[in-house]
């Protein structure tokens, strides 16, 4: 089955720099790749997602980069801010008609911003 | 913003108790999900629920687990008899369409002594 393998497991950088949290899969079937943002006490958030047709994509100052011949896809974070501190969390899903979208996470990331 | 409600936010039973995990998820959503998160560890796929029956499940999700939408809002997870190793945080997710656009609940952290 599909493993999702996420660096780094902490991440500590000051306020302004950009952060880039690198994921890798295993199943060259997965097509859907959301990025999700859980703060301590709340649930995973949706923060932004690339489908396998599209290389990037960018929303406002967090952007998502997909290289499916390397199997690898990165969540890039640029001016940091302290409220950005939280778990990232990759993740994989195969979307086939037979499929029900179970989508399968990378081990997650500390983002800690320092201000 | 439209929100799943997970209830209770932290349970704690005893080993060999049966538990009840509840859910309410989006109104207008089609697709429910449990996922556990034992601490420090992945988000785990435990099921998926589509058209009132389970369409897909994982390893984890062995007979001591049940799932149930028994009133067309509420989705419920059930554990039997419940073990140490099912202390975890168990969040449940609702979406509209399959896969794409999930929105998760708080969770419900689970305690088993």
């Known amino acids: 089955g599909e493993n999702v393998e996420q660096h780094p497991s902490t991440l500590s950088v000051q306020e302004g720099d950009s952060a880039v949290i690198k994921c890798t899969y295993s199943?060259?079937?997965?097509?859907?790749f959301p990025w999700y943002k859980q703060e301590l006490g709340k649930g995973p958030q949706l923060i932004i997602d690339?489908?396998?047709?599209?290389g990037e994509k960018k929303d406002q100052r967090i952007a998502v980069t997909l290289n499916k011949t390397a199997k690898h896809f990165s969540l890039h974070i640029t001016e940091t801010q302290p409220e950005d501190s939280a778990v990232y969390f990759c993740a994989a899903s195969i979307d086939y008609g037979g499929s029900q979208g179970n989508l399968i996470f990378g081990k997650g990331t500390k983002l800690s911003v320092k201000p | 913003e439209p929100e799943v409600t997970q209830t209770p936010s932290h349970q704690v039973t005893q080993m060999g108790q049966e538990v009840i995990l509840r859910c309410v998820p989006i109104?207008?959503?089609?697709?429910f999900y449990w996922y556990r998160q034992i601490l420090g560890q992945k988000v785990e796929f435990l099921v998926s629920?589509?058209?009132?029956?389970?369409?897909?499940k994982s390893e984890i999700f062995d007979d001591q687990f049940s799932v149930e939408r028994p009133d067309g809002s509420n989705f419920t997870l059930k554990i039997r008899s419940t073990k140490l190793e099912d202390s975890a945080m168990y969040f449940c997710?609702?979406?509209?369409?399959?896969?794409?656009?999930?929105?998760f609940g708080s969770g419900t952290r689970l305690t088993v002594v």
């Open positions: 629920f589509y058209n009132n029956e389970i369409s897909e």
């Open positions: 690339i489908r396998s047709n599209v």
């Open positions: 109104s207008n959503h089609l697709y």
């Open positions: 199943d060259s079937a997965s097509n859907y």
């Open positions: 997710a609702s979406s509209e369409r399959r896969i794409y656009g999930y929105t």
